[in-house]
């Protein structure tokens, strides 16, 4: 306002200033806070990492679970056996086209697609999933620029089912001509995290992905990125370098580098943060974070040889191996914390303490027909 002697120029400058003081103080703060360590990356422009043959070479048993582990074919190509063996002469009569029939079949090795949304059959260029809980097909389409895109077919294949839809596509509409037909598209972005999920190594000179050299299935090098100095110390006889154990991190930096492909809880709005979010029980690490078992696992006192008891993923979880499916396994996990004396957690009153804590506090969810996940968010439910 002109004639109040009040330089607005200035105070405006000042303003400013003082706001970027404030974001720079607040991302400092953020980046020393524990657990909120960056994302690890998992694109790479250099050199292949260790391979897990050379891994084996010391690691044996690490390895040789690790063969039979879900994770190691979490993502396959159009052309693998396992592929061939799970969609190989499906077929879906889909209810929302009037009974239209999609088709699949292994032409000169490669998995194709019969959809009623296209002309032309549709081939399958990659397979996501280990089949445990399903395996969803996708095409890759080179946007313009050359980058990676894919679509994601709205057919997958269940475990004792076969052919169903896609979570998340199982809506009530008829399927529309072409693409949207087929699936739904992904950009590069969406599409590097998808491949960067499930693959050991993501090259990707110039910002695009080389589908070509990616090494599919998580593996070794995906958790343990710093192999190759590993590896050349263990060359040069020098063994006093190793690399950092997961048990060494804190809990929450733990499940949090799970997380960057299980969906970390720093990723989630606080609306997403709910018990009511039917989609969150598939993001494990995510629900262990709200649990109370893991926000108050600092109040239990030492063990009796002075060791701290710890809640992360590897408490119940073997990286290296398959998932147990005995209740009894963890429910001896359980009741390590709950015993009720103290310095330790509750002792549960509805029930005694051998049998299965999972069916009350950690039941199995289905989010969709044919799909059930663990609700890893520990809590006493009404």
Known sequence: MIGTG?????????????????CLAVSWWVMVLPGTEPVTTHFSNGHPPVSPDRCAVCHVQQSQSLQQA???????????????????????????????????????????????????????????????????????????????????????????????????????SPPKPGWHGVGKRLNADDAADCFGCHSAWLPSPDGRLDLARIQPGVRCSRCHQEGDAHLQ???????????????????????????????????????????TNPLLVRFAPVGISQSPCFTRQDRLAPTETGGKLRLDCLTC?????????????????????????AGRAVHCSDKDAS????????????????????????????
């Open 6 to 22: 009040i330089d607005w120029r200035s105070l405006v400058r000042r303003g400013f200033a003082v706001v970027v003081i404030i």
């Open 70 to 172: 879900p994770h190691t074919i979490t993502l396959q190509r159009g052309s693998d056996d396992l592929v061939a063996q799970s969609f190989g002469g499906q077929t879906f009569q889909d209810p929302q086209a009037n009974g239209v029939v999609d088709r699949f079949e292994i032409r000169d090795h490669q998995l194709w697609r019969h959809s009623p949304a296209l002309p032309d059959p549709v081939p399958i260029d990659w397979v996501f999933g280990s089949g445990q809980h399903a395996r969803t097909p996708v095409t890759v389409l080179p946007d313009p620029s050359g980058r990676i895109e894919v679509v994601e077919h709205r057919l997958s294949w269940y475990p004792g089912v076969g052919i169903d839809l896609t979570l998340g596509m199982s809506d009530k």
């Open 233 to 275: 110390s263990a060359n040069a006889g020098q063994p006093e370098f190793s690399q950092p154990r997961w048990k060494e991190l804190s809990p929450l930096e733990s499940i949090r580098r799970c997380g960057e492909c299980h969906r970390r809880d720093d990723q989630m709005t606080p609306y997403e943060l709910r018990t």
């Open 317 to 341: 979880h073997d990286p290296h191996r398959a998932a147990e499916t005995r209740s009894e396994y963890y429910t001896a996990r359980c009741i390590t914390c709950h015993t009720g004396q």
């Open 355 to 382: 049998q299965n804590c999972l069916e009350c506090h950690m039941p199995k969810i289905e989010v969709q027909p044919h799909l059930r996940f663990t609700d890893h968010w520990i809590r006493a439910r009404e």
